[in-house]
């Protein structure tokens, strides 16, 4: 099975999208699954349901800094390496969907009881978010080679 599709895999089994991204690539960088999975789970939805940046960003971003993220504050070096490669991510995740917002990926504020049960009803989970997954676990593992 590619990462892609263990991530896809993860998130139609319930977990998160930051949380599907994150637990693909972090045992393979040395985080013990189940400490993956717990940092990254409140950052779906747009962190928290708040339709802030989208869960598949956020889980990409964590896989960026845990493999390139700096240690040291004199390691600025590797500081810079990472926001880079982030920003590289971000402008690649945005051309292809347009945003990095889940309210604006959606349609649909998730904070909002309504429009949350609308999202379910109108299959968002089902269709959108699974390529938002894909496309974040391709492409961060494009750039880190992973």
Do not use: N, W
Not at 28 to 45: N, Y
Not at 64 to 87: F, N, R
Request: include cysteine; glycine fraction near 10%; charged fraction near 20%.
């Amino acid at each position: 099975m590619t990462d892609t599709e263990t991530a896809a895999a993860h998130f139609t089994q319930g977990l998160s999208c930051s949380q599907a991204v994150f637990s693909t690539y972090a045992p393979r960088l040395g985080l013990a699954p189940e400490l993956a999975l717990r940092i990254a789970a409140p950052f779906g939805a747009g962190i928290a349901r708040t339709g802030q940046t989208c869960g598949a960003v956020t889980g990409a971003l964590m896989v960026i800094g845990l493999k390139l993220g700096h240690v040291t504050a004199q390691d600025q070096a590797a500081k810079e390496k990472t926001y880079q490669c982030a920003q590289e991510f971000m402008a690649r995740f945005k051309a292809r969907h347009g945003s990095l917002d889940c309210l604006e990926l959606l349609g649909r504020d998730l904070s909002v009881p309504q429009e949350l049960q609308a999202a379910r009803e109108q299959g968002l989970f089902d269709t959108r978010c699974p390529v938002f997954v894909r496309d974040a676990t391709e492409l961060v593992g494009e750039l880190l080679g992973l």
